[in-house]
């Protein structure tokens, strides 16, 4: 947590003038997960270190935590702001028209439960997506690029022949996200956050998280989540009085990862430079477009700001093994967004050295992920795989310097 680093900095301080040495040393600008955008005002900084507080804040029973629910707190699932673990894993229910699981046990399976209360089981003959935790960090810039740009690249019938459409999530905004909030309206908007595009706003996400990932209530969604197998827990269960979280800890925490940073990239080295060239010669960069741009916004550390994600933001057929079949919104159970690339060289610090990659974590390095590409990213794949081995080596150097 930034306060962390803080303190961190501070004690160091502290025990430069104690004993002459520093102990320990702050993490340099662009290396970590949780630094705040450059330029913010003093007043959103403030406004930053109180959201940080709240998304590491770990909620018990008395305080608002379930009935039923996932985890404790936002940084339990995305550690460090990173990716998450396949631990902290939802696994959302399918949805499609001859399963019944939405009915259910709503989107998701919320397998912990507080006395008194049961938690919900898989039945038999339901399909499911495993979804691992995406990192947080940028989604403020990734909210700010404006739409128009994000649709310029769609191309859903693919007239352009190069075998990738790229389509857009159109969808209504959940009815309590105010017209006037980013990613709010009325009608169907641009989707851009989670692993499908399925939701338009960073405040519907937060919103949903806390209510259904940690049975949490807010003014947005003030009625508790219960386990639809067995009906109303007994009062015992939750006693915190609805709604459980103050109106400003939730705008604290939407404001708090509007606000985060992306780590910066590595050096440029020379073989470096060719794996870039080679992503973009091979196909890559027409999914994981290097660089976007914001527009105008009310918060200058967003506006008019390079956005270097790699990715379109649009949803892509990834072929019979990356299927879930599960839909959400508009994308089909084949379709999933381009995954951002950004801050990939530093997940494995994060995550005891592992990495968790795609969707469901499946792949643990770089080069697994793209050897599972298929649908749309076959012919890019292929390419990959028939590369030279020392540019199979650079492609792969950048990749994981990003
Ligand atoms: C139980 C684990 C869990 C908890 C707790 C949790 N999340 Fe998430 N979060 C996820 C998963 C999984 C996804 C992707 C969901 C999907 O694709 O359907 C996600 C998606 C997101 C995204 C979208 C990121 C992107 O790039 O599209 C944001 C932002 C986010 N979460 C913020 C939060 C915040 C803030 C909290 C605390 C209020 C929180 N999450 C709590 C698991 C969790
Ligand atoms: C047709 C669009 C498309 C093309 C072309 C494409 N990708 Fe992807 N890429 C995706 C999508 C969509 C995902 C998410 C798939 C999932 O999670 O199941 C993804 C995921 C990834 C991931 C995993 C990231 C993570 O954090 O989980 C990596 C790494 C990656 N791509 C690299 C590449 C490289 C390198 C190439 C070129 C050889 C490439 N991709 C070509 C669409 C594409």
Known sequence: ?????????????????????????????????????????????????????????????????????????????????????????????????????????????????LPGATPETLLAGVLTSLRLPPPVFGTGLIGAIPAASILANADPNDQDGDGISGRANMVVPAAFVPLDEPGGGSGPQLGRFSRKAQVTSLLQQITEAYHQDMGVTSDFLPVENVNPQVGTPTETADLAVDPELPLADLRAVVHYVRLLAPPAPGQDTPQRQLGEDLFAQIGCARCHIPVMQTGSNIIQALAFKPVPLYSDLLLHDMGDALADNRPDGQATGREWKTTPLWGLRLIRQFLNGQAFLLHDGSAGSVEEAIIRHGGEAQVARDAFVNLSADDRAALLDFVESR
């Open 1 to 113: 947590m930034t306060v962390r680093f803080v303190l961190t900095a501070f004690s160091a301080v502290l025990m430069l003038a104690a004993c002459g040495e520093i102990g320990t040393e702050a993490p340099a600008d662009g290396e970590t997960l949780d630094a705040p955008l450059p330029g913010l005002t003093p007043e959103e900084l403030a406004a930053f270190l109180k959201g940080d507080e709240q998304f590491g804040f770990a909620f018990s029973p008395v305080l608002g935590l379930g009935p039923i629910f996932n985890n404790v707190s936002c940084a339990s699932c995305h550690s460090g702001d990173g990716r998450g673990r396949p631990e902290n894993a939802l696994t959302r229910f399918s949805r499609s028209a001859t399963d019944p699981a939405l009915d259910i046990g709503g989107p998701q399976l919320q397998d912990k439960a």
